[in-house]
């Protein structure tokens, strides 16, 4: 039987290094996976395994060279361990995906973190090449400026229509580079801050809405950038009917529920595809 499509790597590898620089240091804290493609159907088919790289050699290769690549540019990073591998025999597609946990400065040598937001970087190198980037974790709230009402109902339809609600969503967004920019931190700063500053100035007519207006920015905002994708759960906030306990309902009090929730996805593009 004919073997498909395969790929072989290694996940969820934790890195962290410390970059020093005099009395101010910077911290990077990492989570890499290697993907490759290759020639090892005859691993699957005969057991031989002459052109598979070892999944722990590949986790050894990414601590060994961040102590000399590994920088503030994520993308570059991943560049050069694409590189590194598809110099292993039989190795024809090497993609590593990047993220990175923030940690924010307290002082020049020390920082606070635990939040849930990620830096995302993704290269792949050999028979297709892309470099992307992006954003997870990234939570915003908004207590006005975004309705819902026009939608179809039916008879399993409940949901009253809302010409002012709290909006909140935990962004997840990875961007095309068409060009790679040369200072890419610079540039993901500027496309996350797009992202958040869009969410809170643009009223919405929907979750839909929010993203297309988030998404249209950015691509304005960097024009490296060939197109974006957004992940944005709807975090509901659901209106209590306090009035049961006789009190007034002034709309302020709400029930967060994790789930089930709305799963909006969109794709905002340059051209046509």
């Not at 970087?121 to 939570?139: H, I, P």
């Not at 339809?157 to 962004?171: I, K």
């Not at 975090?235 to 929730?261: A, C, I, K, M, S």
């Amino acid at each position: 039987m004919p073997l498909g499509d395969n790929t072989w790597g290694k996940s969820a590898i934790r890195l962290s290094k410390v970059h020093r620089g005099g009395a101010s240091h910077d911290f990077s804290d990492l989570t890499v996976s290697v993907r490759l493609e290759g020639e090892v159907t005859e691993a699957h088919i005969a057991g031989d395994n002459s052109m598979v790289l070892p999944t722990d050699t590949m986790r050894n290769t990414v601590y060994g060279l961040a102590h000399r690549h590994l920088g503030r540019d994520l993308e570059g990073f991943a560049a050069t361990l694409c590189g590194h591998f598809l110099e292993s025999a039989g190795v024809t597609t090497a993609t590593v995906s990047i993220a990175e946990r923030l940690w924010r400065r307290v002082t020049p040598t020390g920082f606070h973190g635990g939040g849930s937001e990620s830096r995302l970087a993704r290269v792949t190198r050999g028979d297709r090449t892309s470099t992307q980037a992006g954003v997870e974790g990234l939570v915003l709230l908004k207590t006005t400026g975004s309705a819902f009402t026009g939608f179809p109902r039916d008879r399993f339809t409940t949901l009253p229509e809302a010409t002012d609600r709290l909006l909140a969503t935990s962004v997840t967004a990875e961007w095309l580079y068409s060009t790679v920019p040369a200072d890419t931190t610079a540039v993901w700063s500027r496309a996350r801050q797009t992202l958040v500053d869009h969410f809170f100035a643009d009223r919405s007519a929907s979750m839909q809405h929010q993203g297309y207006q988030m998404g249209e920015a950015v691509l304005a905002e960097v024009p490296e950038i060939a197109e974006i994708t957004l992940h944005l759960p709807n975090q509901h906030h659901l209106p209590f009917d306090v009035t049961r306990f006789n009190v007034e309902d002034t709309g302020t009090v709400f029930h967060p529920v994790t789930e089930p929730y709305g799963d909006i996805r969109l794709t905002v593009t340059r051209n046509l595809r």
